[in-house]
């Protein structure tokens, strides 16, 4: 079994900067990838970055390529999501999963474990 405990959102405006952490517990969980999500109200989850089990590979959504940056400390078992020049589509509940098996990084579905989720509201 596999903990996960997002924290780090908040309010911020347009063109600020954020840093989202998750906190993930349990057994062998450095030997997961991660991921962190999005879902706006009215809309589906929507993938935002994934990093592999090493830290040595990322993968990023077109929307947020260039203003993000996932990263992980292993020691910590801690991931990390920054965003710089924060949008107002950047709006939505953010959430960070766990990916036992390291495939296909950009589907929810192939997530085994989920946190609760933090709003991050940017205002125009």
């Known amino acids: 079994q596999v903990q996960l405990v997002e924290s780090g959102g908040g309010l911020v405006q347009a063109g600020g900067s954020l840093t989202l952490s998750c906190a993930a517990s349990?057994?062998?969980?450095?030997?997961?990838?991660m991921g962190w999500f999005r879902q706006a109200p009215g809309k589906e989850r929507q993938f935002v970055a994934a990093?592999?089990?090493?830290?040595?590979?990322?993968y990023y959504a077109d929307s947020v390529k260039g203003r993000f940056t996932i990263s992980r400390d292993s020691a910590k078992n801690m991931v990390y999501l920054q965003m710089n020049s924060l949008k107002p589509e950047d709006t939505a509940v953010y959430y960070c999963?766990?990916?036992?098996?390291?495939?296909?990084?950009?589907?929810?579905?192939?997530?085994?474990?989920w946190g609760q989720g933090t709003q991050v509201t940017v205002s125009s």
């Open positions: 999963a766990a990916n036992q098996g390291n495939i296909a990084l950009r589907a929810h579905q192939n997530y085994d474990y």
């Open positions: 349990g057994r062998a969980v450095s030997s997961y990838a």
């Open positions: 990093i592999n089990w090493s830290g040595g590979t990322t």
